[in-house]
């Protein structure tokens, strides 16, 4: 079962501005790991945050993770035309420990020029 | 690195027949390989995980015996859909985890480019 809840299922913004994307989840996680997809392509992992971190960066990309809420989300500062795709999140459960993700619903992320 | 190759990209088949897709870690030893399926705009379904030597495990709902998972050395895993029918249409996606990692579950996975099925 899809554990990851992510809001909003669709966001559209203008070239320029700021894209903030949520995710809840269920269960103790080991990590918690955005991915991006562009339409009919596969997953392209962007950053991953441990359990013990609570903000990580990568060029534009800013995660912050509250274990304490169950959520995460995801920022995406100065958006591109390019920066159009489907983002997902998913988790790597303890109980799991590592054999598998669970995929958030997605958020549908159009950055108009 | 770290790339994985998916193929065919695209397949149409007719009702009854069976699909091979391959999964392949280019540059690196993939332990553990798993396979989604994905409806249009709707989120990635793990369908089975592959180890390596072993038998796959399939999630509840997957029946083994339509989609028959082989993951004979560390850089390869099939997924073969027998017999299929129109329902069986979707988008496949497999991703890999590399080997020898320190801490395995720490790491990202690796995605194939995905393969689209249409059976007529």
Redesign the interface.
């Known amino acids: 079962s899809?554990q990851?809840e992510e809001d909003p299922q669709a966001l559209s913004i203008q070239e320029g501005e700021n894209a903030t994307m949520n995710c809840s989840y269920k269960t103790s996680i080991?990590?918690l790991?955005w991915?991006r997809q562009n339409s009919?392509?596969?997953?392209?992992?962007l950053i991953?945050i441990?359990s013990n971190e609570r903000e990580k960066h990568s060029g534009r990309l800013r995660v912050t993770l509250d274990t304490s809420k169950k959520s995460s989300s995801l920022l995406i500062t100065a958006s591109r035309a390019a920066d159009t795709a489907s983002y997902?999140c998913a988790t790597?459960e303890e109980e799991t420990?590592?054999?598998?993700?669970?995929?958030?619903?997605?958020t549908?992320l159009t950055v108009n020029p | 690195g770290a790339v994985v190759s998916q193929h065919p990209s695209r397949v149409i088949c007719k009702s009854g027949t069976s699909v091979k897709i391959e999964c392949r870690s280019l540059d690196f030893q993939a332990t553990t390989m798993f396979w989604y399926r994905q409806f249009p705009k709707q989120s990635l379904m793990l369908m089975a995980t592959s180890n390596e030597g072993s038998k796959a495990t399939y999630e509840q709902g997957v029946e083994k015996d339509k989609f028959l998972i082989n993951h004979a050395s560390l850089t390869l895993s099939t997924l073969t859909v027998t017999s299929a029918h129109p329902e069986d249409s979707s988008f496949y996606i497999c991703s890999a985890k590399r080997r020898g990692l320190w801490s395995s579950y720490n790491s990202p996975l690796h995605f194939g480019n995905g393969t689209r099925l249409t059976v007529t």
């Open positions: 899809q990851g080991n990590n790991q991915y009919g392509r596969g997953l392209v992992h991953l441990r997902f790597d420990s590592g054999s598998r993700l669970t995929f958030g619903e997605g549908q």
